[in-house]
């Protein structure tokens, strides 16, 4: 009985504990099925949502090739957004984790995250669904690395 009522307890205070409200604005989305992954703001699903390009990489090298930085920014910044289940994209943000960037340069990122192509969708068991996508980028000197 004690070992049955510690692991209740090991598995629900940990959740009353750690969850947390998250507001969205729902006017993007097209389902209701949002995986929370960890406090950062990433969320995972079982197919992560796809830049589409030829490499691995598209969506950074879509923002190193669209984005304007200045040669002092340096530091890591972040940008945030929804992709939804047309594989479009709202709520654009971009955070300054650390270093220094002009406002030029955020500017300048916002402007491109505005100018997406759209992307492949992810799912979550076999159905298309809404996924907060997170990316973190290393700028040095003005250049992403």
Known sequence: MK???LLLLLG?????????????D????????????????LYVVETM?????????????????????????NGTIMVYFTINCEGNTCGRNVKVFEGTF????IQ?????LNNMQKWIPGKQRNKIVDVRYARGFTVINGKIK
């Open 12 to 24: 629900i205070i940990p959740n009353i504990i750690f969850s947390q409200t998250i507001e969205f």
């Open 108 to 112: 300048s990122i916002k402007l491109s």
């Open 102 to 105: 002009s406002d030029a340069s």
């Open 3 to 5: 070992k049955l009522l």
């Open 26 to 41: 729902t006017t993007c989305f097209c389902s209701d099925i949002i995986v929370k992954a960890n406090e950062q703001g």
């Open 49 to 73: 949502p796809i830049y589409p390009g030829e490499s691995n990489d598209s969506f950074k090298e879509f923002i190193e090739n669209n984005t304007s930085f200045q040669d002092t920014d």
